[in-house]
């Protein structure tokens, strides 16, 4: 994206270099990283740095607006709803593809959002070490609005604990020593001291929550919980395999950040009510009228799933002869994903993910970091990328 830079890393790489970073990077936690992690990162310009910034606070304008929880009160299926709700998510991510637009310029186009936390411990460690093996010029930030790392951790402190001791806190998630992202619960431990948890760890008495603390063996109360739990996948496991486990459904006398519900509330379901040039035509299912001719220029999505599961790209009319609940569906507009990322062979398509922070008794969030993903095949995700090269994890240095 910004030919210069791009050249000059890509002169300077090598093969021995990414293999001496890898290795730098497994040192901390070995074999804690179970995702591939690309060659490269991705070099936005202050151009495109204002377009997807303005995008996401028009987004988040519309979250905002005192309408917001009775429009997605359906966005949330019964059987999940979690008591105690309180009044802003405190994370908040927004998926962008890099596209190219009918002029043939680069542009942000909105895949995803979510209401819900992403690699926030990770993403301020992985990027530091990258500088320490390529060339990354210092007026390039992974980033945004003014935050360096000691002022990132010390927000993301505020944020997950507040006012509560860490040893009061716990990031809680099923199985999180056996997830793919569980590298990233180990850099949130180290930042802010709090013990990553397993569903099936937690005891109950009454409405009070307490876990056995690894430091010093004892029962200890737990006041806030930084939630890594997705239903859609506690849903969906085998719950013999899961083992026993309360109800987090049900009342309890803890602090959700970010609570359960805002998880639904600012997802795909949020997006057949945005318009934006950058924010691609979205509907429900039930809701449209007339089918547009063209559908394979566009996508159909679940409302309840996850990770990508149950998307059809290629769609076709005995596609949606088969919905049987089209009110769970939504129909988006393709995005035409430039090959903008010049590599040794073919170029790669990216993705960026914008990160907000939003702490208790802020007017709204502050976008403070980010994530990319690289990819060869038709969508993001590993299964389309198997054995392929200059894919994968990554991160934006954003132009300053």
Sequence with gaps: MVPALRKAYNDSFTVQKYEAFLKDLDSRYPGAIEFRIAETPVFVPASFSDQITDACEKIIDFILHPSFKQITERSISPGDRV???????HF???DFGICRNGDGNLEPQLIEMQGFPSLY???AWYPDLLRNHFPIPGDYSQYLNGYDHTSYIEELKRVILGDTPPENTILLEIKPHEQKTKIDFYCTRDYLGIQPVCLTELILEGENLFYINEKTGKKTRVRRIYNRI????LNALDQDRLGPHIDIRQPLDVEWIPHPNWFYRISKFTMPFIRHPFVPPTFFLNEIKQL???LE???LKPLFSFAGQGV????TMEDLDKIKDPRNWILQRKVNYADCIQTPDIPAKAEIRMMYLWKDGDDRPSLAINLARLSKGKMIGVRYNKDKEWVGGSVSFFER
């Design 230 to 233: 997705i239903f859609d996948e």
């Design 312 to 315: 059809i790209i290629d769609l």
């Design 92 to 94: 908040l991510v927004f």
């Design 292 to 294: 547009p001719s063209d």
């Design 83 to 89: 008591p105690n709700e309180n009044d802003h998510s």
């Design 121 to 123: 411990g990770f993403q």
């Design 297 to 299: 220029n566009y996508v």
